[in-house]
């Protein structure tokens, strides 16, 4: 709508602008084309602090709102991730706190956490989950609010993002989730062999020969150790817990394994290769491969 047609300092006018801005920036990855709009939304929403109903886009901005969100707006056509920016994210219905220097959660992981509290749902009597590389936790934390009679684990090699799990679990008062610094499961209490229900992963699985061309939002803003493992195939995570997950996982529990649509049949090979059974591939409500699976061989006799 041109610009003398319209109001500019309706919420609803800035929210246009903006995301006209942001669609231009070459260094976010436009992935879907309401992209832009999601994002002007979302930094709207934290400058006003109310949702943005109708009535609220019909509305005037304040000068100092204006120029907040101006300058919000600066950092995400400079790549900055809406998250960072705002400092938190939501995730299945809770909100995170998030902090620079910490991988900020993707809402494609929401699905891998609804497949793990699928399969805890299913068992009875005590459930125990861990979730690999969990970052700040968010898979963590929303299987145990969702599945409060579970023990859940979240482990990580960074000790920030440990901090912050064990904060956002505080604040949320979600009390079955511990957090713990460790290299892959190296740190878990030795109790939990054999007894694991669910493992879960979403691992850096970006190939280390493609880090250059992963877009500056991704490139620049998050910790390089949660982008890639340093592998040539961006699988040796997954290489790794697939080994040693026979020794932790109960007969029948799963691993959970999220990556990319295009590492979909290498991820499978690699968890047949390690003697899981019953893998599969699962898609998401868009039809895309997210998450791949298998089985720990259950007991004969």
């Known amino acids: 709508m041109p610009a003398s047609t319209r109001d500019s300092d309706t919420v609803a006018a800035l929210l246009l602008d903006a995301a006209d801005a942001i669609r231009g920036s070459r260094f976010i990855d436009h992935w879907m084309p309401s992209m832009a709009r999601y994002d002007a939304e979302e930094l709207m929403a934290a400058v006003l602090g109310t949702e ?46 998030l902090r620079r220097g910490v991988f900020g959660p993707r809402s494609s992981s929401e699905f891998l956490a609804e497949e793990a509290i699928a399969a805890l749902r299913r068992r009875r009597g005590r459930r125990l989950a861990v979730d690999v590389a969990t970052g700040l936790g968010p898979v963590a934390l929303a299987v145990a609010h969702e599945v409060p009679g579970a023990e ?31 290299d892959m499961v190296d740190a878990l209490p030795s109790r939990m ?49 697939a080994a040693e997950s026979s020794e932790w996982l109960r007969p029948g ?41 298998g089985r720990q061989p259950r007991l004969r006799g």
Do not use: C
């Open 253 to 293: 529990g799963v691993l959970l394994v999220e990556v990319g649509t295009y590492l979909s049949r290498s991820a499978q090979a690699v968890l047949r290769r390690a003697g899981l059974g019953d893998v599969a591939w699962k898609k998401d409500s868009l039809g895309v491969t997210r998450v791949v699976s």
């Open 152 to 182: 859940v684990w979240g482990v990580d090699i960074s000790a920030p993002a440990v901090r912050l799990g064990r904060d956002n679990a505080r604040r949320l008062h979600i009390n079955n989730v511990h957090f713990r610094v460790s």
């Open 193 to 241: 062999r054999g007894a694991v229900d669910v493992f879960t992963i979403h691992p850096p699985y970006v190939a280390k020969g493609d880090l250059g061309i992963l877009p500056r939002e991704i490139r620049d803003f998050e910790p390089l150790h949660s982008l890639t493992d340093g592998s040539d195939d961006g699988l040796g995570l997954v290489r790794r817990l």
């Open 52 to 97: 943005l109903t109708t009535r609220a886009r019909r509305g005037r901005a304040t000068q100092a709102q204006r120029r907040r969100f101006a300058t919000m707006v600066a950092r995400r056509i400079g790549g900055e991730p809406v998250a960072q920016i705002i400092g938190s994210i939501r995730f299945r219905g809770l909100e995170l706190r």
